[in-house]
Every structure is written in structure tokens, then in C-alpha cells.
């Protein structure tokens, strides 16, 4: 059922051409150890301005909004949830219009699913998302990934983090080399 949902979603958006990519558990399960998700979590390459648009999306794919004041909600958390009643599978639309999510869009990995090409965000931005949310899921799906993927753009994680640290004034760079250094010692 997720599958079927998933490439109806990327298969609407393809055609409209609206620039995405699938992040969280879903580009995990790609990249990392299989595990059990029941969500899809996809990054639009647009901001609030495309919100009546991907309402009209989600709406053409028989999938519910969840809110009384859907637009409200996206506004402040630049997220729009919606769910398939049958399965209970959720949807989440993230809006953007950061460099970063525009770069990471075009960095993602098509992935064919059936007859849909689907696009994963790429290993490197997986492990930035995974980071940046930091519950200890996140970082065990991060030691899933480095594990199962030994050939991946270090300096590009490192520059990102070196950024998110900067303008949001965490420790994220930190988090990702203890996280290396655990590896590591295995």
C-alpha cells in the first residue's frame, strides 16, 4: 500500500512538474537498513505560494487534510499533512524555498518503482535530515546508512552541518562525527 501511494504521489507531481524529493523513513529503507514506516515524507522544491496547488494534488488523489485551517497550520510549521483513510497512511507536503532544499532537489536519486520514477533525496542529504531531527531513530537510521555505504560525500555533510550549526547555533557537525567515531569502533 505505501508503494502504491508513494508512486501515485510522485506520479502527480512528475507531471506537473513540481521539483521534489523523498526524505525520512522511505529514502532510509534505499539507503539504510529495512524498517518499519508508515508515513511518507516529501520535500516540495516550492514555497506557500504553491499551498492551493498541492491541496488540488492532494485532493485529486483522494487523500484527506486532516486540519480545519490546513493553510494556518502550513504556515506555521511549513507542513502539510494529509492521510489515506483506507490504509491510515500519512502524507506529509514540506514546503520550501531554502538554497540548501533547492541544491538537495537536484542532488536526489531517481529511483524507478513500478513504471514511476520516484526521487529519493540523496544519501548525504538523508544523513543532514536525520541529523538536523536528531531522535535516536534518526541516528541509528544514519548508522544503518554509513554502515551499508561506505563510499559517501563526507565534505559535503560536513559543509552543510558547518552551515546549520552556524544559522541555527547547534552542534550538529559534532553529533555527526561522534556518530562516525561510534562506527567506527565497531
Same mark, same amino acid.
Given at each position: 500500500?505505501?508503494?502504491?501511494?508513494?508512486?501515485?504521489? =510522485?506520479?502527480?507531481?512528475?507531471?506537473?512538474?513540481?521539483?521534489?524529493?523523498?526524505?525520512?523513513?522511505? =529514502?532510509?529503507?534505499?539507503?539504510?537498513?529495512?524498517?518499519?514506516?508508515?508515513?511518507?515524507?516529501?520535500?516540495?522544491?516550492?514555497?506557500?505560494?504553491?499551498?492551493? $496547488?498541492?491541496?488540488?494534488?492532494?485532493?485529486?488523489?483522494?487523500?484527506?487534510?486532516?486540519? $480545519?485551517?490546513? /493553510?494556518?497550520?502550513?504556515?506555521?510549521?511549513?507542513?502539510?499533512?494529509?492521510?489515506?483513510?483506507?490504509?491510515?497512511?500519512?502524507?506529509?507536503?514540506? /514546503?520550501?524555498?531554502?538554497?540548501?532544499?533547492?541544491?538537495?532537489? $537536484?542532488?536526489?536519486?531517481?529511483?524507478?518503482?513500478?513504471?514511476?520514477?520516484?526521487?529519493?533525496?540523496? %544519501?548525504?542529504?538523508?544523513?543532514?535530515?536525520?541529523?538536523?531531527?536528531?531522535?535516536?531513530?534518526?541516528?541509528?537510521?544514519?548508522?544503518?546508512? %554509513? %554502515?551499508?555505504?561506505?563510499?559517501?560525500?563526507?565534505?559535503?555533510?560536513?559543509?552543510?552541518?558547518?552551515?546549520?550549526?552556524?544559522? %541555527? $547555533?547547534?552542534?550538529?557537525?559534532?553529533?555527526?562525527?561522534?556518530?562516525?567515531?561510534?562506527?567506527?569502533?565497531?
Amino acid at each position: 500500500m505505501l508503494r502504491r501511494i508513494l508512486t501515485r504521489v =510522485a506520479g502527480k507531481l512528475n507531471k506537473i512538474k513540481i521539483p521534489y524529493m523523498v526524505i525520512g523513513g522511505q =529514502a532510509t529503507l534505499i539507503y539504510g537498513e529495512p524498517r518499519l514506516t508508515k508515513d511518507i515524507d516529501i520535500t516540495l522544491g516550492i514555497d506557500l505560494k504553491g499551498f492551493d $496547488k498541492i491541496k488540488m494534488i492532494i485532493q485529486n488523489l483522494n487523500l484527506k487534510i486532516p486540519l $480545519k485551517d490546513p /493553510f494556518k497550520f502550513t504556515k506555521k510549521t511549513y507542513v502539510l499533512p494529509a492521510i489515506d483513510e483506507k490504509t491510515g497512511i500519512r502524507v506529509d507536503f514540506i /514546503f520550501s524555498s531554502s538554497y540548501y532544499e533547492k541544491q538537495a532537489i $537536484k542532488k536526489g536519486k531517481w529511483i524507478k518503482i513500478g513504471n514511476t520514477n520516484v526521487k529519493f533525496a540523496s %544519501l548525504e542529504d538523508v544523513v543532514i535530515h536525520k541529523i538536523i531531527a536528531g531522535r535516536p531513530r534518526d541516528i541509528e537510521d544514519i548508522k544503518g546508512i %554509513l %554502515l551499508k555505504n561506505r563510499n559517501y560525500d563526507k565534505k559535503y555533510i560536513e559543509k552543510w552541518l558547518k552551515e546549520f550549526d552556524r544559522s %541555527l $547555533k547547534r552542534n550538529y557537525l559534532r553529533v555527526f562525527k561522534k556518530t562516525i567515531k561510534e562506527l567506527n569502533k565497531k
